[in-house]
T-cell receptor, first 112, second 112 residues
């Protein structure tokens, strides 16, 4: 079974600085999808970024980018120019067919 | 465009009762997935439905059941409620069964 591990329960960063959240996963599959979702306090889950495993190029979305290392089964999220609105729980997720598995999350606090 | 909607937003039940949660997907989306998120943890996959057929089931007991209607909306039913069923229940929709999932705001269930 696929498992997703986020080894950083909590992180903090100063406004305007850069922070990287870590994620590793375990799978024997070759084709799959990886995601980062953001969940602000008491608010709904929002898609941050998506990566297809067959693509070597790392996905980027404005200030958000990933470092996808397929052989190492690593999928980290880099947030540049952090903003106060980035404060949230961040979940890494692995999807193969109908089953999506989430990590336990990293609580990110952006400090002014 | 309306996003994923869920009802009710909050619900209080007692042990042994039954509950039905409802979800309406984004217009044009034909797949609905259900997740349970216990406080402080990542979401756990319960079911995925695509074109009114079950396409995936997580490791949940038979007390949990779901269905999808011709308009692609979905219901999640939980029978014989236990205290441990207290959680945020998330619904997500996607265009197809292995596409990016977009989440609703969730239904917070408290079992007393």
């Amino acid at each position: 079974a696929q498992t997703v591990t986020q080894s950083q329960p909590e992180m903090s960063v100063q406004e305007a600085e850069t922070v990287t959240l870590s994620c590793t996963y375990d799978t024997s599959e070759n084709n799959y999808y990886l995601f980062w979702y953001k969940q602000p306090p008491s608010r709904q889950m929002i898609l941050v970024i998506r990566q297809e495993a067959y693509k070597q190029q790392n996905a980027t979305e404005n200030r958000f980018s990933v470092n996808f290392q397929k052989a190492a089964k690593s999928f980290s999220l880099k947030i540049s120019d952090s903003q106060l609105g980035d404060t949230a729980m961040y979940f890494c997720a692995f999807m193969k067919q109908a089953d999506m598995r989430f990590g336990a999350g990293t609580r990110l606090t952006v400090k002014p | 465009d309306a996003g994923v909607t869920q009802s009710p937003t909050h619900l209080i039940k007692t042990r042994g009762q039954q509950v039905t949660l409802r979800c309406s997907p984004i217009s044009g989306h034909k797949s609905v997935s259900w997740y349970q998120q216990v406080l402080g943890q990542g979401p756990q996959f319960i079911f995925q439905y695509y074109e009114k057929e079950e396409r995936g089931r997580g490791n949940f007991p038979d007390r949990f059941s779901a269905r999808q209607f011709p308009n692609y909306s979905s219901e999640l039913n939980v029978n014989a409620l236990l205290l441990g069923d207290s959680a945020l229940y998330l619904c997500a929709s996607s265009l197809a069964w292995e596409e990016t999932q977009y989440f609703g705001p969730g239904t917070r269930l408290l079992v007393l």
